[in-house]
């Protein structure tokens, strides 16, 4: 089977230092299983912009992969109050 190369933008990387550790963890393995299968049962697509997100407890992570070049791209992680409410400048 084909692994996908996992990419974390910066900007999440930085947030997801900032949660609590038992969330981190939960969230790093979430992301390690896209590197499988980068459409998970649990995965949904995004209406009005290009990607998916994944719902880890109160944690979206957001992300596009690409099928040519086998790379997942992480845009975002954030609480999911915050998740959807920031510019479309992130998701480009």
């Known amino acids: 089977m084909i692994k996908y190369e996992i990419e974390i933008r910066k900007s999440a990387q930085k947030s997801l230092k900032e949660m609590p550790k038992r969330d981190q963890l939960r969230i790093s393995g979430v992301i390690d299983a896209l ?3 980068p459409i998970p049962p649990k995965a949904m697509k995004l209406t009005g912009r ?3 997100r ?4 109160n944690y979206r992570v957001i992300y596009t992969f690409n099928t040519r070049v086998f790379k997942v791209l992480v845009i975002q992680i954030a609480h999911r109050k915050n998740a959807y409410s920031l510019g479309d400048e992130n998701y480009r």
Do not use: F, H, L, T
Request: no cysteine.
């Open 35 to 37: 590197a499988e299968n």
């Open 50 to 52: 290009d990607g998916y």
């Open 54 to 57: 994944i719902r880890v407890g």
